[in-house]
């Protein structure tokens, strides 16, 4: 058994840290021994299960870089996790909306860095469940140059160094709603399921070098996303908290290449599966409809 030093970039984050390599445990890995001096992150931990993600893996005492286009709330977010738990933290701003200028400067900065595990949770939701024609055209944009190429282009920038060491680790956050076509989240869903076919993919095709991919899969969790107050917010057991829903994602990297990371979440995912899509369907138009006239009413 031996041990790598790695980084963790979490899709608006990156982390750093020491993992230990071993044929016992599926995939090879186990949980860090020690954190490493040099670390990385993006667009997606300052908020929400990406912050969450962060402060879970610093409270085990890895360094952390985030990177998203708002620098003071970047600085925030920093500092409070550097106090906190202790560890190193640093920032990169970078509009992941703007198009692909922006991954030089991010290949740039990533340059001689041995990035050991990717989180790619950089995403862009809709303001609230829409019918596809309501649904700004920046909106529709900024969910393919965020959702589907930022992760996309991560990947490809990292994934050498990874398959070069013969070491690496990829998770990229999708959505319960990537199980079957969602009416009122069409572009949302489609760009998730994306995703998950994505690093679906990436497993059997980088596995033999080395490298364990993850398909990350939450249903609902109670973030800005969801409207304070909602009906959502009241079933904990649910609708986790993102500290909650971080704390049992981490515990899954490096055993389970396809999972919801949650246990309640499981078990609607396996409903979801094995459910008739009219079902699926019918449903979603229903809980859709009552999150959209949450969230007008509580902006009127």
Not at 41 to 48: E, I, Q
Not at 139 to 165: C, F, H, K, Q, Y
Request: proline letters at 4%; a positive charge.
């Amino acid at each position: 058994r031996t041990s790598c030093r790695s980084s963790l970039f979490l899709g608006g984050l990156l982390v750093c840290s020491a993992w230990t390599w071993g044929a016992s445990s599926p995939g090879g890995w186990h949980h860090g021994v020690s954190c490493c001096p040099s670390l990385l992150c993006t667009a997606g931990a300052t908020d929400g299960i990406g912050r969450a993600y962060a402060e879970e893996l610093a409270s085990r005492g890895l360094n952390i870089v985030l990177i998203s286009r708002n620098q003071e709330k970047l600085q925030t977010v920093a500092r409070d996790i550097a106090d906190a738990y202790r560890v190193e933290t640093d920032v990169i701003v970078a509009d992941f909306s703007s198009g692909r200028e922006i991954y030089d400067r991010i290949r740039e900065a990533l340059k001689d860095r041995d990035i050991g595990i990717l989180v790619n949770n950089v995403g862009v939701f809709y303001p609230y469940p829409q019918y596809f024609t309501q649904v700004s055209e920046d909106t529709l944009w900024d969910i393919v140059n965020v959702n589907i190429a930022a992760a996309s282009l991560l990947v490809r920038i990292v994934l050498p160094g990874m398959v070069e060491r013969k070491k690496g680790a990829v998770v990229t956050i999708s959505s319960g709603s990537c199980c079957k076509p969602t009416p009122q989240l069409a572009a949302f869903s489609a760009s998730k399921a994306y995703l998950d076919h994505f690093s679906r993919a990436l497993q059997y095709e980088y596995a033999s070098k080395g490298i364990f991919v993850q398909s990350l899969i939450p249903f609902y969790v109670a973030t800005n996303v969801t409207t304070p107050g909602s009906f959502l917010h009241k079933c904990p057991w649910l609708v986790p908290s993102p500290k909650v829903y971080a704390h049992h994602a981490v515990s899954t990297l490096g055993i389970s290449k396809r999972t919801t990371g949650y246990w309640s979440h499981s078990i609607q995912f396996l409903f979801a599966q094995y459910m008739p899509e009219w079902l699926w369907v019918w449903g979603a138009n229903i809980l859709n409809r009552s999150l959209r006239k949450e969230a007008l009413s509580c902006q009127a």
